[in-house]
């Protein structure tokens, strides 16, 4: 298929923007990536997605497919060539669908709470998080099956899921000088994060930690009608 055939409306900070890129990238799949503008929103998404007017936005021929996992799902079902990304069995299917909308309903939420937050109310996100991480470990290890992924041996949805939240995990780490992602606590959340952050399909597309807390930066002082930061 044409490159101009498949594109994704987005940005590059964007956790949930990553998700069909990667699922993209693992069919091999060529795609055209239309940067949105920070702070505003183009004609195409705001046509393409009218209800939500946020990306990303899967542009398919000219049907656009909106929400980032149900892209996800959208990608292995119309590629089937390339690797399945979800498990063939109904029971793992569903279990890597449980676990990615906790990813999404609570775990994130919880993350993004923590880098905020102040005081005591910090103090309550944090041990939110580091239980969904000891809580991500113990499904880690029984979905991996002792392979590299969730998915096992390759990256599957769940891997995706979570794992595009890496990159503004690793800003919350060291903006807020916590150890979130820890041998001694979650090792197989360690290990699995560098096998993803190391895996071809994502590797070009996984924002730097440094130009992510510049964007981090630049977000905060725009919420606040402040002048952005200088360097």
């Not at 470990?137 to 949805?157: H, M, P, Q």
């Not at 959340?189 to 071809?200: G, M, N, T, Y």
């Amino acid at each position: 298929m044409a490159k101009n055939d498949v594109k994704v409306l987005g940005a590059w900070p964007s956790t949930f923007v990553m998700r069909p890129r990667i699922a993209l990238n693992i069919k091999s799949v060529n795609y055209e990536f239309l940067e949105e503008t920070f702070g505003s929103k183009s004609e195409l998404l705001l046509q393409s997605n009218p209800v939500h007017k946020k990306i990303p936005v899967l542009i398919h021929g000219d049907k656009p497919i909106c929400e980032s996992m149900i892209i996800v799902e959208y990608i292995d079902e119309v590629w089937t060539s390339g690797p399945s990304i979800l498990p063939s069995d109904p029971y793992d299917r569903a279990i890597q669908r449980f676990w990615a909308a906790y990813v999404d309903e609570k775990w994130f939420a919880a993350m993004r709470g923590l880098r905020i937050a102040q005081g005591e109310e910090r103090k309550a996100f944090l041990d939110q998080v580091t239980e969904g991480l000891a809580l991500l470990e113990e499904a880690f290890g029984k979905c991996s099956k002792g392979k590299a992924f969730f998915g096992g041996d390759r990256i599957g949805l769940l891997d995706i899921a979570f794992g595009s939240l890496l990159g503004w995990l690793r800003v919350t780490e060291k903006v807020g000088k916590v150890k979130l992602l820890d041998e001694a606590k979650t090792p197989g959340l360690v290990k699995w994060a560098e096998s993803f952050c190391a895996d071809a399909a994502v590797k070009s597309i996984m924002p730097e930690t440094e130009k992510l807390i510049e964007f981090s930066k630049l977000l905060m002082a725009q919420m606040k009608g402040a002048p952005p930061p200088k360097n």
